[in-house]
């Protein structure tokens, strides 16, 4: 069973950055062969793409809505994939969950079978 466990949120003023981390395992599952993807939830609406690198890390791709503030990168070393967003506003708030495929050297679009408990997001006006 592949396990993600997702950290880094918390409460921060508009304008502000989070770095939000998320640790992959898996018996006999290679991370490095595995798409990464971030995902957000906020209250009452649905769940929504926000960014994703490729199993290699040499394509990213990212919702138009935080292009320019998020950048998304993994670490297949330490079987980690990261999400930096800068320039926060309160419309990111949500809660962050970080996922991947079942299926290996999938693309981004594809579906994501893991996904982790969440992060909680929060940006203050």
């Known amino acids: 069973q592949v396990q993600l466990v997702e950290s880094g949120g918390g409460l921060v003023q508009a304008g502000g950055s989070l770095r939000l981390s998320c640790a992959a395992s898996g018996p006999g599952r290679t991370f490095s062969r595995y798409v990464m993807g971030w995902f957000r939830q906020a209250p009452g609406k649905e769940r929504e793409f926000v960014a994703a690198v490729s199993w290699s890390g040499g394509k990213t791709y990212y919702v138009d809505s935080v292009k320019g503030r998020f950048t998304i990168s993994r670490d297949n070393a330490k079987n980690t994939v990261y999400l930096q967003m800068n320039s926060l506003k309160p419309e990111d708030t949500a809660v962050y969950y970080c996922?991947?495929?079942?299926?290996?050297?999938?693309?981004?679009?594809?579906?994501?079978?893991?996904w982790g408990q969440g992060t909680q997001v929060t940006v203050s006006s």
């Open positions: 996922a991947t495929p079942k299926r290996p050297y999938s693309d981004y679009y594809e579906v994501y079978d893991y």
